[in-house]
């Protein structure tokens, strides 16, 4: 009996100790409100590529409607400045390969502040913000866009979020991957 109790507590403590010590994955859940940030940052991206109103873009046509939408942004620039109340898309990587029939562009997406994050005095081991990257891979036919798909999450496809971007989002922000803002 002695025994078992003693290998309750000792459980309950590591419990403790994995949450007070601020543990976290990156296929936690995100706070509702900077999961709604990041959706609608992603979501200006796609819409540029989605738009029935326009006619399907050229590779020169699609990175001017891009930049329009998100911060287009060259790695040897210093890091873009990020909003604490929304999502913001950040464009980068943009390729054309031979003959303009394919491309590919890294997009790192970045959600507001959490206004909730911590109360002073209490240890949160939240994350006051949170990112997440992928590349998205175009295809071109007759010169207009065709169609888009997001890479893996996973394996050699999965992308390294550039280390300039998440230092600029500040202590405290944790990577997400990409599939737990898919909705």
């Given at each position: 009996?002695?025994?078992?109790?003693?290998?309750?507590?000792?459980?309950?403590?590591?419990?403790?100790?994995?949450?007070?010590?601020?543990?976290?994955?990156?296929?936690?859940?995100?706070?509702?409100?900077?999961?709604?940030?990041?959706?609608?940052?992603?979501?200006?991206?796609?819409?540029v590529m989605t738009d029935p109103t326009t006619s399907a873009p050229t590779p020169e046509a699609l990175l001017d409607r891009l930049s329009?939408?998100?911060?287009?942004?060259?790695?040897?620039?210093?890091?873009?400045?990020?909003?604490?109340?929304?999502?913001?898309?950040?464009?980068?990587?943009?390729?054309?390969?031979?003959?303009?029939?394919?491309?590919?562009?890294?997009?790192?997406?970045?959600?507001?502040?959490?206004?909730?994050?911590?109360?002073?005095?209490?240890?949160?081991?939240?994350?006051?913000?949170?990112?997440?990257?992928?590349?998205?891979?175009?295809?071109?036919?007759?010169?207009?866009?065709?169609?888009?798909?997001?890479?893996?999450d996973y394996g050699e496809d999965q992308l390294t979020c550039p280390p300039k971007l998440v230092s600029a989002l500040g202590d405290g922000?944790?990577?997400?991957?990409?599939?737990?803002?898919?909705?």
């Open positions: 009996m002695r025994l078992v109790m003693r290998a309750a507590l000792a459980l309950a403590a590591l419990g403790v100790i994995a949450s007070v010590s601020g543990c976290s994955s990156a296929s936690d859940p995100v706070e509702p409100a900077m999961s709604r940030q990041l959706d609608a940052a992603e979501s200006v991206v796609y819409s329009a939408a998100a911060i287009l942004w060259d790695a040897e620039e210093d890091a873009p400045s990020f909003s604490e109340d929304e999502g913001t898309p950040v464009l980068y990587n943009y390729q054309m390969d031979a003959g303009d029939k394919d491309g590919a562009f890294d997009l790192f997406v970045a959600s507001g502040i959490d206004k909730h994050h911590s109360i002073p005095g209490w240890f949160d081991s939240r994350p006051i913000r949170v990112y997440t990257c992928y590349r998205i891979e175009v295809s071109f036919e007759a010169g207009t866009l065709s169609d888009f798909r997001r890479s893996h922000a944790q990577y997400r991957e990409p599939w737990i803002f898919d909705g």
